[in-house]
């Protein structure tokens, strides 16, 4: 018996069970592959100390059992970090204002960070997600929910001996390094960001994992074109981000009136070949940014009022995405519509972005007035109209049955059918353009007026991610962990109830038990002495 319960123990020790209805104690197949294959030791730093109170510390238990299974697969080990250890890491801490029982309100500062350090290499990870509009339990949740994602692909990462590429194109009035620079620096932490013109050799993309079109303003040439079906033929990947009008922002300034027109990129006929089209429309939209608007008729003292930009969208996420699950609001401006056409070709489309339940479609040509800033709100009968999908599958080329453009250099082979990849499509190219105030470069999404962070950057890094994810890490983050709050009504009007159940409960069931194996012992061995 003894040996028994030995062995029984050392299985305990070993095999594990996730008896949970979420799996939230399980690690998907993919991590699990990640961490075997190190071939070196690896060791988690754990930021989040300190006096914490009962969410942050839900956060940290979670933190520290994921680092705890990861352990099980591999060679890592775990140490709890100081916060000076983070000086001079561009991290900014977490101040929490919270209430004491005196009534006086406390503030503390938490870094709720990790890092994980391999080959001697570190990657610092943000265990704290912090969405626009979301209650603290529900930020605490998905940035749980978020944690399995973050180590992998940071990993991930911490694996690569050479940086994937990508690029940015140039050449067609796109968005300059400048007006993308707080993209690129999010991007930098996972890619060697490169920019460039197409030019005329046919495979001066194929080194890229992925291809970033921000926001083209002049059309594309064949040649262009031929360069970039080609590469997506061969898997490479591409994000359009591509109006479907053409406006002047400076005459917007300026004059306070823009003409709003159709804006022919000469991509139509490729992007329907690819099973897309972004039509030459102008959305607005209820949930949207307010701008200020001087509101006075005296030019000497002019009284700016806030006043809804119903042509700047806040778009809605799809929490079905693992691009999009669990990034907030989405700032833009001059939003066109996308539409999927074919649907019998095998490729998967996912609808990312989208407008309100209460939104309005106008055709173009049209003309946007700063003065004129009060529509009839009866109109807006859309709703949900897409503005971002993802494309997953197997393309045509465009070029088919055509010669390849002139002007090219030699062309090896033409291949008319891509192999499995993916695209994303943005009928909005700001999306992705941030702005500078006094030589510092603002987050991309973030909104100067209102001082509210949107969730750009989120999406527009996830998005590349996962056109670059070979080995479906993004798909972690589609793990979903239910939120179980306690009813705070119920709680205090049966305190009393709860107390004395879970300190007499307890005893009573101990008493029983002792009672039965007493009882039981006197009656078994007590028949035995007579």
């Not at 799996?23 to 989040?48: F, G, H, K, M």
């Not at 911490?158 to 994937?164: F, G």
Request: hydrophobic share 40%; glycine share 6%.
């Amino acid at each position: 018996m003894k040996g028994f319960c030995v062995i029984l123990l050392a299985l305990c020790s070993v095999l594990r069970w996730d008896l949970t209805d979420d799996r939230r104690y399980s690690l998907n197949d993919a991590t699990i592959q990640l961490v075997e294959s190190l071939d070196a030791p690896a060791e988690v730093t754990i930021y989040l100390n300190g006096d914490l109170n009962a969410g942050f510390k839900r956060l940290r238990t979670a933190t520290t059992e994921l680092a705890d299974e990861l352990s099980s697969y591999g060679d890592i080990t775990i140490r709890d970090g100081e916060a000076q250890e983070l000086a001079g890491k561009d991290l900014t801490p977490t101040i929490v204002h919270e209430r004491t029982k005196d009534g006086k309100t406390a503030q503390t500062t938490i870094w709720p960070f990790a890092a994980v350090t391999y080959k001697g290499r570190t990657t610092y990870i943000p265990l704290l997600h912090n969405a626009r509009g979301l209650s603290g339990e529900e930020n605490l949740n998905q940035s749980i929910e978020n944690l399995e994602y973050a180590f992998a692909e940071a990993i991930h990462s911490l694996k690569q001996t050479e940086p994937l590429r990508i690029a940015f194109i140039e050449g067609h009035n796109e968005l300059s390094e400048h007006e993308v620079y707080d993209l690129s620096r999010s991007l930098a932490r996972y890619f060697q960001v490169d920019r460039g013109v197409l030019g005329t050799n046919p495979n001066v993309l194929m080194p890229y994992k992925v291809v970033i079109i921000a926001d083209p303003q002049r059309a594309f040439s064949e040649r262009d074109k031929f360069i970039l079906d080609q590469y997506l033929m061969h898997g490479g990947r591409i994000l359009w981000a591509v109006n479907g009008v053409r406006f002047s922002q400076d005459a917007l300034t300026q004059a306070g009136m823009t003409p709003v027109i159709p804006l022919d990129l000469n991509l139509s006929d490729m992007l329907f070949r690819y099973g897309i089209r972004v039509n030459p429309s102008l959305l607005q939209d209820i949930q949207c940014l307010p701008v200020p608007v001087n509101v006075s008729d005296d030019p000497e003292q002019p009284n700016y009022q806030p006043v809804p930009w119903y042509y700047g969208p806040l778009l809605l996420t799809s929490q079905l995405s693992p691009i999009t699950r669990n990034v907030g609001q989405v700032s833009s401006s001059f939003v066109s519509h996308v539409d999927a056409v074919g649907g019998e070709d095998g490729i998967v489309k996912s609808i990312l972005l989208a407008t309100s339940s209460a939104s309005r479609m106008i055709g173009t040509p049209a003309e946007v007035d700063l003065a004129d800033l009060n529509p009839d709100l009866s109109t807006f009968k859309y709703s949900y109209i897409p503005v971002a999908v993802s494309m997953e599958g197997v393309f045509p080329s465009v070029f088919a049955h055509r010669l390849p453009p002139e002007g090219l250099d030699s062309i090896d082979t033409q291949v008319t059918k891509s192999i499995p990849t993916k695209q994303v499509i943005i009928a909005c190219g700001n999306i992705l353009r941030n702005d500078w105030l006094q030589g510092e470069p603002l987050p991309v999404g973030y909104d100067r007026y209102s001082g509210m962070q949107f969730g750009n950057r989120d999406f527009l890094t996830n998005a590349v991610l996962y056109l670059a994810d070979d080995e479906g890490l993004i798909s972690l983050r589609q793990k979903e962990v239910a939120l179980r709050l306690i009813n705070t009504e119920r709680a205090y009007k049966y305190k009393a109830l709860i107390q004395m159940v879970s300190v007499i409960a307890p005893m009573i069931i101990l008493t029983i038990i002792g009672c039965s194996v007493l009882l039981f012992r006197r009656r078994r061995y007590g028949l035995q002495n007579e």
